[in-house]
């Protein structure tokens, strides 16, 4: 798929956005900038619609990131215990530093979303049996233990309903003024397609990146940085959505190969359009009520992973 035709695509699908609602919004009633709706589009439909573009692609990049530098595809921020681990450190602060405000929050996040990537990254090197499948499962396994021990502290604080809530996967209550911490995932996009090159060579292994003369745990700890970042402001803002980060960029490199400075634009776009897709159905499904994107996200995701795993199984077999 060539890469305008992931722009159109987007385009197309953020104007259906801007119109699909319980409230109903035309074009033509955007003309009174006084009007109720005007503000509602203004305060809501917009910045919902930011929201969307900015975790979709943000999301996709942090899966490429992480499949790149593990040299696994099926490894995401979904399947490496990234997102529970971030999602732990907001219960730790909820629960333990009650005094803390919103930006301390997002440094617990971060701290523990990024130390939850290194002792993943450790696991992986401990691993002498580094098959296709079974690196994702130990990762998935790995993720689901941290995801115990949130419920476990959440549920002994009595805040479990509220974490929970929290942490839902929807954009529901995304407006003007509660979504704008996605913007941080620019100047990291930025970022990981300025080091793509040093990102494709690291993910060659370690003995080949240092023979070329390159800091391998330089260029590793930079990429699980970028990916602790996006992943944070993600799970803040909107919550956990599964599956993105691991089917995107695999659906990429079917028709782009692993060169990441090629890849990571179509990643972008993908990455948008497909949330903004799932975003979409969400909301007509059950119109004029909406599902959380999170389980759209999971179900057509979970049906593209299965596959994947199939095709990654039979492909191991030969």
């Given at each position: 798929m060539?890469?305008?035709m992931?722009?159109?695509?987007?385009?197309?699908?953020?104007?259906l956005?801007?119109?699909?609602?319980?409230?109903d919004?035309?074009p033509?009633d955007l003309?009174d900038?006084e009007s109720?709706?005007?503000?509602?589009?203004?305060?809501s439909?917009?910045?919902?619609?930011?929201?969307?573009i900015?975790?979709?692609?943000?999301m996709g990049?942090?899966?490429?990131?992480?499949?790149?530098l593990?040299?696994n595809k099926?490894?995401?921020?979904t399947t490496?215990?990234?997102l529970?681990?971030?999602k732990?450190?907001?219960?730790?602060?909820?629960?333990?530093f009650?005094s803390?405000?919103?930006?301390?929050?997002?440094?617990?996040?971060?701290?523990?979303a990024?130390?939850?990537?290194?002792?993943?990254?450790r696991?992986l090197?401990?691993?002498k049996?580094?098959?296709?499948i079974f690196v994702?499962?130990?990762?998935?396994?790995?993720?689901n233990?941290i995801?115990?021990?949130?419920?476990f502290?959440?549920?002994?604080?009595?805040?479990l309903?509220?974490v929970?809530?929290?942490?839902?996967?929807?954009?529901?209550?995304?407006?003007?003024?509660?979504?704008?911490?996605l913007?941080?995932?620019?100047?990291?996009?930025?970022?990981?397609?300025?080091?793509?090159?040093?990102f494709?060579?690291?993910?060659?292994?370690?003995?080949?990146a240092?023979?070329?003369?390159?800091?391998?745990?330089?260029?590793l700890?930079?990429?699980?940085?970028?990916?602790?970042i996006?992943s944070?402001?993600?799970?803040?803002?909107?919550?956990?959505?599964?599956?993105?980060g691991?089917?995107?960029?695999?659906?990429?490199?079917l028709?782009?190969?692993?060169?990441?400075?090629?890849t990571?634009?179509?990643?972008?776009f993908?990455?948008?359009?497909?949330?903004?897709?799932?975003?979409?159905?969400?909301?007509l499904?059950?119109y004029?009520?909406?599902?959380?994107?999170?389980?759209?996200?999971?179900?057509?995701g979970?049906?593209?992973?299965?596959v994947?795993?199939f095709?990654?199984?039979?492909?191991?077999?030969?």
């Amino acid at each position: 798929m060539r890469l305008w035709m992931l722009v159109a695509a987007t385009i197309v699908l953020s104007f259906l956005s801007l119109f699909i609602g319980a409230i109903d919004i035309k074009p033509s009633d955007l003309l009174d900038w006084e009007s109720d709706k005007m503000q509602i589009f203004l305060m809501s439909r917009v910045p919902r619609l930011m929201a969307i573009i900015l975790a979709g692609a943000g999301m996709g990049i942090s899966g490429l990131i992480m499949q790149s530098l593990s040299r696994n595809k099926f490894v995401s921020p979904t399947t490496s215990g990234t997102l529970d681990a971030a999602k732990l450190g907001i219960v730790v602060s909820m629960i333990f530093f009650t005094s803390v405000g919103y930006m301390e929050k997002i440094i617990f996040s971060f701290a523990f979303a990024l130390i939850g990537m290194m002792v993943f990254m450790r696991l992986l090197e401990s691993i002498k049996f580094k098959d296709v499948i079974f690196v994702p499962l130990i990762g998935i396994m790995y993720g689901n233990i941290i995801g115990a021990i949130s419920t476990f502290l959440a549920y002994e604080a009595d805040v479990l309903q509220s974490v929970d809530t929290f942490f839902l996967g929807s954009f529901t209550l995304v407006v003007s003024g509660r979504y704008e911490l996605l913007y941080i995932a620019v100047p990291a996009i930025f970022l990981a397609y300025l080091y793509a090159n040093k990102f494709t060579v690291a993910g060659m292994g370690e003995d080949f990146a240092k023979n070329l003369g390159l800091s391998y745990r330089t260029v590793l700890n930079l990429g699980l940085v970028l990916v602790a970042i996006i992943s944070t402001t993600v799970v803040l803002t909107v919550g956990i959505i599964p599956f993105l980060g691991l089917i995107v960029p695999n659906l990429v490199s079917l028709y782009m190969g692993d060169n990441l400075r090629k890849t990571i634009p179509h990643t972008i776009f993908l990455g948008a359009a497909f949330l903004l897709m799932c975003d979409i159905l969400s909301r007509l499904i059950v119109y004029p009520f909406e599902i959380p994107v999170n389980t759209t996200v999971a179900v057509i995701g979970s049906a593209i992973f299965l596959v994947m795993l199939f095709r990654g199984k039979a492909y191991a077999k030969k």
